[in-house]
């Protein structure tokens, strides 16, 4: 008997009959970019490498886009912004050895993001699998050991009948909660190869869904209707799993004063009676959180910037709704659920009842006011006038990558909302080609990248990228002269700083040299010039000479 659905699976005559007689020149290469069609995707990233040559070549004869960057580990990061702002994962196509290693410190930041990144890697010839030394170009005794301990999953092809399940399966394991990148290595022989094999069509690799267990979230419903002085801190989860609005209205619904972490700005509306926005390094939003006497963390492990540099005791009953079972209650006990943020606030908003609190707006306004007046008895006038000009100048839809430089420690507590940056692993040079990833992304809408000098030399090669593909990125580049943060940082913990002065180029004739619009411009002039650019079509460049300064730590 042939039930409704086994018909669906019955091929059809046309499929037959190219599965049959499937078209010549076919070679394991083109049986991965078919299965990456087949999958939904339309982009991919990456660098061509002589063993890897066998993809490249197959991407010809495909229809899916590439962009190649410059530097693995860039194509990396651009990969991983455009699996943050599709949601989509992001394919990345590498070659053995030291074009593979070079990716892992951008592998390691999607991973602590939980970016969805399907990163495909190639192998010495299948003979030299198995820690035997043959001699091979590139060869390593172990390449997917470099990787184990970075992705989620580690998938190895050893045959061209292997390649489209195990980029399937990866695909699946990328984009199944917590979202995180992946790595497959396939031999060079099996890329190369001709094929006989059939057409790879439509892929079925659906995420499976985490769902929370039902008698966790009614008891921390129960613990939230029932709660005095319930607070709730937001993480990147929440952003990942699209679940702002959820957030939104349970926040609402118990009045409770909501904090996102850094990773999770965006997660809830600045501006909201009830946002405690993201003073999460402030001794005052601290202490708010310690005295909650119910505590909801959704998407956060409470890690060493999410808990003020572990000075964070909550005293009240911890609520932690977090997909990575890894995270769960890894720092405070906690009443734990492990499910996606989405699904989780879905049944407590189906199940928590509605609490009046008339105080917790006061309670938050009282609050900012402490923030503000601490930040107001330093001389910090040229941090704050620079970040409120950048925020001024960028259009309110336009995303914006930040690297890890003192601008973008200020955005993580005070830019007014969403932003993308590298607190997750925290490695230099994420900023621009992560803006480059998310231009291919979304072509039609300008995005801005912000670096420091020294972190802008690691990712200067892709300004030759952003020429090619005429992608709409600014580049702010502060020039302090060094890497700031750590000159500041070895001052005050040594009385001077070593190995942090730099000498650099001259940013503007740098960029001109690729083609790229360049603008020296000042504190005064900086929103006018970075409007301007913003609105240019094409990338362009914007270098700021301005040594910044941090606001006093409250966690020492």
């Not at 094409?538 to 606001?551: C, D, I, N, R, T």
């Amino acid at each position: 008997m042939t039930h409704d659905h086994d018909l669906e699976l019955l091929p059809t005559a046309a499929q037959t009959e190219a599965a049959l007689n499937p078209p010549a020149g076919r070679t394991g290469g083109d049986l991965v970019v078919e299965t990456l069609r087949g999958l939904g995707a339309a982009t991919v990233f990456g660098l061509p490498g002589q063993h890897a040559l066998g993809m490249f070549d197959a991407l010809r004869r495909s229809d899916l886009s590439y962009v190649g960057l410059r530097v693995e580990n860039n194509a990396g990061f651009a990969a991983d912004a455009y699996g943050r702002v599709t949601g989509e994962a992001a394919p990345l196509l590498l070659s053995t050895g030291p074009g593979a290693l070079m990716s892992l410190a951008a592998l390691q930041e999607a991973a602590a993001a939980s970016a969805p990144v399907l990163a495909i890697g190639s192998q010495v010839p299948a003979a030299g699998l198995g820690g035997g030394r043959h001699g091979y170009l590139h060869e390593l005794r172990d390449q997917q050991a470099s990787f184990r301990d970075v992705v989620k999953s580690v998938h190895t092809v050893r045959t061209q009948s292997q390649i489209p399940s195990a980029i399937a399966a990866a695909w699946e394991s990328a984009l199944t909660a917590p979202h995180g990148p992946v790595w497959v290595e396939i031999p060079q022989d099996v890329l190369l190869a001709e094929t006989t094999l059939p057409v790879v069509t439509a892929m079925d690799a659906t995420p499976r869904e985490l769902v929370p267990r039902p008698e966790l979230t009614a008891v921390a419903a129960d613990l939230l209707s029932r709660a005095e002085r319930p607070a709730i801190i937001a993480g990147g989860g929440v952003v990942r799993s699209d679940a702002a609005g959820k957030l939104l209205a349970l926040a609402e619904k118990i009045n409770a004063p909501v904090v996102t972490t850094f990773g999770g700005k965006g997660a809830f509306p600045w501006e909201h009676p009830l946002s405690l926005q993201s003073w999460m390094e402030d001794r005052h939003t601290t202490d708010l959180l310690e005295d909650a006497d119910v505590l909801l963390v959704v998407g956060s492990g409470l890690g060493e910037l999410s808990s003020n540099y572990h000075t964070f005791a909550p005293r009240g009953r911890v609520v932690q709704i977090e997909a990575d079972a890894g995270k769960l209650e890894s720092n405070h006990p906690a009443l734990g659920v492990h499910a996606d943020a989405r699904l989780a606030l879905s049944a407590l908003l189906d199940t928590v009842e509605e609490r009046p609190d008339a105080d917790a707006a006061g309670r938050v306004a009282e609050l900012l006011a402490k923030v503000q007046e601490r930040l107001d008895g330093q001389e910090l006038a040229l941090e704050r006038q620079v970040l409120g000009a950048v925020r001024e100048a960028l259009p309110a839809t336009s995303p914006s990558f930040w690297d890890m430089t003192i601008l973008a420690y200020w955005a993580w507590s005070a830019w007014p909302g969403a932003m993308h940056s590298a607190q997750g692993a925290g490695g230099l040079g994420y900023g621009f080609p992560a803006a480059l990833g998310a231009a291919v992304a979304e072509p039609t809408r300008p995005v801005l990248a912000v670096s420091g000098d020294g972190g802008a030399m690691y990712s200067i090669a892709e300004l030759a990228t952003a020429r090619q593909y005429d992608l709409n990125v600014t580049w702010l580049i502060v020039d302090d002269g060094g890497y700031g943060i750590l000159r500041e940082y070895m001052t005050d913990a040594f009385g001077e700083a070593t190995a942090t002065e730099l000498s650099r180029p001259d940013f503007v004739a740098l960029a001109e040299s690729f083609g790229v619009p360049a603008v020296r411009t000042s504190v005064e002039t900086l929103s006018e010039d970075l409007a301007k650019s913003l609105a240019a079509p094409g990338p362009s460049v914007v270098v700021l000479p301005a040594v910044l300064k941090m606001f006093a730590p409250t966690h020492i």
